[in-house]
């Protein structure tokens, strides 16, 4: 199994980014995504999930309003748009895969596969 994150980069307070999570080696369609960070000297964050069907997603408080997850079944990705960037979004972004969508996001609980990180790096 492979989940590989793309589109990470350095972006001004303000702008836009939109990362992608390629998946393989897996019935995609069977598993919850989801987004998680990692900023410097910080512990990991759960940012956003999505169900298996894409028709309910769960987002942490911090980016409610400007993140947004969705998925593609047919091209076995996920992905999420920031917008409205901020500094304190400048972390690493990890995308994982879990069986369950009813488990503890919040403490990344659950689960089976993570990636290997894209770096988000927001200036002021």
């Known amino acids: 199994v492979q989940l590989v994150e793309s589109g990470g980069g350095l972006v001004q307070a303000g702008d836009s980014l939109r990362l992608s999570c390629a998946a393989s080696?897996?019935?995609?369609?069977?598993?919850?995504m989801g987004w998680f960070r990692q900023a410097p000297g910080k512990g990991r964050e759960f940012v956003a999930a999505i169900r298996w069907s894409g028709g309910s997603t769960y987002y942490a408080d911090s980016v409610e309003g400007r993140f947004t997850i969705s998925r593609d079944n047919a091209k076995n990705t996920v992905s999420l748009q920031m917008n409205s960037l901020q500094r304190g979004d400048t972390a690493v972004y990890y995308c994982?895969?879990?069986?369950?969508?009813?488990?503890?996001?919040?403490?990344?609980?659950?689960?089976?596969?993570w990636g290997k990180g894209t770096r988000v790096t927001v200036s002021s």
């Open positions: 080696g897996l019935s995609f369609s069977n598993y919850a």
């Open positions: 994982a895969a879990s069986l369950l969508y009813d488990t503890n996001w919040s403490r990344g609980e659950g689960m089976d596969y």
